[in-house]
């Protein structure tokens, strides 16, 4: 019998505040143990929360940005249980009026090579809701040891459909949502920090059959390849205890990264398990459609859809456009390039290749390059004006690259301008004819590439500076061809 796998994820992505959710404690990682603390995150007798307008705005932000329904009327739920990470023994998360309901994450699937567009899906949501982060637990020397420095990070949990199917979507899902959040400013989404994490539920069922298999909850997913790697083990997992006669049970299980295996918790738990019930201490909130509005008014071009306008008003090939779209200041770095003048395709090419290649080699940010704009597009026209070949543009960004110099005063400081002047070409070229009769018989005699060999000796004769197109004329009128 053929089975098919159903996924579903919840994602908890810490979001860019100065403090925490319910009080004015500052948010951070690294800090020292516990010094990230107050009767609030404590939760000490008689300290009340104070809710963080700027964690409603970026939840609010983001479902906006993914196209969800946004609730008039939101309110904060405890969600109780017990645990050393959880000072208040309840958590202030949100049940039944989550701020973001439904909307939905586009994805893009690997292509059949890395320079073809693959297949883009969308992803359905079921809600998005804020809740508080908890502490962490360290387990060293035979203790448990409780660092509540994360506890009262403002948080959310982004909950899909189970309509993922595969460990491909998985990942490409997770990219998608981290590239959005942290091109709107909204979070790090840095994994090894924890400020993104993924629990993925899964099953699976026979091809065809709608309804859902036993769910297994997979944790300890902390990174998106573990995402991938845990999910595709576990549909393995499901598959050989199905076909070998066995039954699934429903439940959790810790994923182990370095093996590969994964290994039962704990029995999953139900929605009632955690005795859900309005908080007394936070009122609602409103969230009219001035504060909407407002907020929309903030949020930057999604990145496919900037990927798709740049396909179109430039013409790119998709391998450009998928790299610009990456880095928010990486694309419009190149659209201000093309603003001052420059053709889009080879400007893409400088900044996608040679600009990302030297910034990485030397541990730089596009924050700190020498190379702007500016010089971007007076070096396309430096080649496009025939001034300098493409060989000599490489070393006037390697130099402009080095010391911030404008380009036409790199080429000519260092002579790299071409030698555009007939008659010297011609006697190059005359050079290369009558030193290499065996090329110049092959072309008379129809081999067309034998004039590459031609066209190499004129540019060796010239140390480079000659005209290839030029010269490329030449060559053919001396021959006949």
Known sequence: MNYEA????????????????????ATGYGQPVNSLTDPVVLALPGAL???????????????????????????????????PDSPKN??????????????????????????????????????????????????????????????GTPLMEIVTEPALHSPEEAFAFLTALRLSLVQAGLSDCDMEKGQMRCDANISIRPLGETRLGTKVELKNLNSIS??????AAEIRRQLGVVTAGGSLTQET????????????????????????????????????????????????????????????????PYSAASVLIRDRALGSFFEETVKLGAQP????????????????????????????????AALVALVAQGVVSSTQAREVFAGMFQTGEPPAAIVERQGLRQATDTGQLEGWCAAALAHDPKSADQVRAGNAKA?????????????????????DEILKKLLGV
């Not at 900044?351 to 020498?370: E, K």
């Not at 190499?456 to 290839?468: D, T």
């Open 253 to 316: 299980r810790l994923y182990d990264g370095e093996t590969g295996r994964s290994a039962s918790m704990r029995s999953k738990e139900m929605a009632h398990d955690y005795r859900y019930f309005p908080d007394p201490d936070l009122m609602p909130v409103r969230i009219d459609a001035a504060w909407q509005a407002r907020l929309r008014a903030e949020l930057p071009e999604p990145p496919f859809d900037r990927q798709r306008r740049f396909l179109a008003q430039f013409g790119l």
């Open 345 to 376: 395709g080879p400007a893409a090419n400088w900044i996608t290749n040679d600009l990302q290649r030297d910034l990485a080699a030397g541990g730089r940010t596009l924050a700190d390059s020498r190379v702007t704009p500016a010089h971007i």
């Open 226 to 231: 573990y995402v991938r790697d845990g999910i």
């Open 49 to 83: 929360p104070v809710l963080n307008k700027a964690a409603l705005d970026a939840i609010i932000k983001t479902g906006l940005m993914l196209g969800c329904e946004i609730s008039p009327v939101t309110r904060w739920d405890r969600k109780n249980y017990f645990y």
């Open 90 to 151: 309840y958590q202030l998360s949100q049940y039944d009026q989550p701020v973001c309901r439904h909307g939905s994450v586009e994805i893009e699937l690997p292509g059949p090579t890395p320079a073809v567009q693959g297949e883009h899906k969308s992803i359905p949501l079921t809600r998005i809701h804020l809740e508080e982060d908890v502490g962490k637990l360290n387990h060293e020397a035979g203790d448990s040891l409780v660092d509540y420095n994360r506890a």
């Open 451 to 471: 004039i590459n060999a031609l066209k190499g000796a004129v540019m060796k004769l010239s140390a480079g500076q000659a005209n290839p197109k030029l010269v």
């Open 6 to 25: 159903v996924i579903g994820l919840e994602v908890h992505v810490q979001i860019r505040t100065a403090s925490k959710m319910f009080t004015r404690v």
